[in-house]
């Protein structure tokens, strides 16, 4: 990576913590995190690098105008990786006004900030980090390509397609430098224990009901975060000027065969009798809104910049498990 200086959003949160370690472990770059450490960020997913001086971590609210001003105004970033928002589908439903506070205002003050700084001196590059979710839902065989329209389902996936046509506004309307990644479902660590996969390992370890959504035959994409990080990068580095990147793992699971083979690499781990977790399933009434299947078509991020998702899926679903067993109570204190 060329750049010399980059501001990480949201390199408190999950993506973003696992971005802040990958850049810290493989590029150069000077990183400072701007996170606001809401409920899911979290300062101990990178405390070390923070304490040893390696990241500067900046505590604010990307929707504050006079300290994302500030920010950009005292630093000389080349770059931002912009991770930071209200991530949670469940939670948009129950309060909505976060989600346009955070990833609308939030995203057009951080485009603006960005603007002014950079029509000042030299101009960086602006990665905007998205979600499938703005496609809305996709019956088989059919898969998500970067033309296929906007159609979201739940006010998180509304916020986050606003974000988007912001992004690509600033780059047809000022020039700006903007690169937008539309990313399937990410797992791995430092995952805040409500979605999926960590709210069911700690369910499962607990002897709690495991909550599937109706019928469990929502499919979705599962890609590994760290498969992620290497896919922002070479965006970043690479992608064409203005451009949306798909990106995903080519790897679908109905959400009850995930919940099911988590329940058996749970009993593998803690020796309990195979199939034992599996009884801890319980089918909840339906999310409301809920999209039964989200696919990423990859091909252009593949064919214009060698990137596809590397990791083994049944590797990196048993390492994270085994991650969250060591860490819920840790980090979490559950
Ligand atoms: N997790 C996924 O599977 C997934 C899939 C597609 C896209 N995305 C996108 O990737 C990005 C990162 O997602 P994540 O899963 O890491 O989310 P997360 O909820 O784990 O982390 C979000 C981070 O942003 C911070 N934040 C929230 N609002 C803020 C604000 N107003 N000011 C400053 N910081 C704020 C939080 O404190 C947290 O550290 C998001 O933009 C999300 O929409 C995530």
Request: charged share 25%; proline share 4%; net charge negative.
């Amino acid at each position: 990576m060329d750049a010399e200086h980059v501001l990480v959003t949201g390199g408190a949160g999950f993506i973003g913590a696992n971005l802040v370690r990958w850049l810290v472990r493989h590029h150069q770059a000077q990183i400072t995190v701007v996170d606001k450490l809401t409920y899911a960020g979290n300062r101990r997913y990178i405390s070390e690098l923070v304490d040893e001086g390696t990241v500067e971590l900046v505590v604010a609210d990307i929707a504050d105008r006079e300290a994302m001003e500030g920010l950009f105004s005292r630093s000389d970033f080349d770059g931002v990786f912009h991770l930071a928002a209200e991530s949670h589908v469940d939670r948009s439903i129950a309060g909505p006004e976060a989600f346009l506070k955070s990833n609308v205002e939030g995203t057009f003050c951080l485009l603006e900030c960005a603007r002014q700084a950079w029509d000042k001196g030299k101009p960086g590059r602006f990665l905007h980090v998205s979600t499938d979710e703005v496609y809305g839902s996709i019956e088989p065989p059919g898969a998500f390509s970067e033309d296929s329209p906007y159609d979201p389902s739940s006010p998180y996936a509304a916020s986050k397609a606003a974000s988007d046509h912001f992004a690509t506004a600033y780059h047809r309307t000022f020039g700006m430098d903007v690169v937008i990644t539309n990313c399937s479902n990410n797992f791995g660590p430092y995952q805040y224990p409500e979605k999926l996969i960590p709210v069911v390992i700690a369910s499962l370890r607990d002897g709690r009901s495991v909550p599937v959504y109706g019928d469990g035959q929502n499919v979705r994409d599962w890609l590994y975060v760290k498969d992620h990080c290497r896919a922002l990068i070479e965006v970043f580095d690479r992608g064409r000027s203005g451009q949306c990147y798909n990106i995903g793992g080519r790897n679908e699971w109905t959400n009850l065969d995930l919940v099911e083979r988590i329940c058996d690499l749970v009993d593998e781990r803690l020796g309990r009798p195979m199939g034992r977790s599996r009884q801890q399933i319980e089918f909840v009434a339906d999310r409301p809104g809920h999209d039964r299947r989200y696919a990423i078509d990859a091909t252009r991020i593949h064919r214009e910049l060698g990137w596809k998702a590397g990791t083994d899926f049944e590797t990196a679903l048993d390492r994270t498990v085994g991650w969250y067993l060591d860490n819920l109570e840790r980090l979490w204190g559950v």
